[in-house]
């Protein structure tokens, strides 16, 4: 299976990047559309407008922010579908996971990567177990 990487959009693309899903919802300052490479917005699986305006604002911690952002990953009706995209691309190529946060450690980065990972992961095992 390929990789997944994950890095700042402000980063050089680079061709072992291969399938580019740039994981925020609004679009990074400075970086033009046509030059940033992205193969896929994923704003669907990003924290409500709500949600990241709170944390922003300094309204809720981030142990809040990562708790509700969590929430919304588990019922989010439109994550299967993602995940299963992502599988799909992996199969054939890297997948890159693309953000614009100065530090992703304080951003909802570490909370996505940690979902997608666990479900990468629960996915394999049952695939595995089928067999």
Do not use: C
């Amino acid at each position: 299976m390929n990789r997944l990487i994950w890095k700042r959009i402000y980063e050089k693309v680079e061709d072992s990047d291969g399938f580019r899903v740039f994981v925020d919802r609004l679009w990074a300052r400075g970086i033009k559309k046509e030059t940033a490479a992205i193969d896929y917005w994923a704003k669907e699986i990003t924290p409500t407008k709500e949600l990241r305006e709170d944390y922003h604002r300094g309204k809720i911690s981030f142990e809040i922010f990562s708790e509700k952002y969590s929430d919304e990953l588990n019922k989010n009706p439109y994550f299967n579908q993602f995940i299963q995209k992502i599988e799909k691309k992996l199969e054939k190529e890297n997948v890159t996971f693309v953000f614009a946060s100065k530090k992703p450690e304080f951003s909802h980065i570490p909370i996505l990567r940690k979902y997608i990972d666990e479900k990468l992961e629960k996915r394999s095992e049952e695939r595995f177990s089928r067999n």
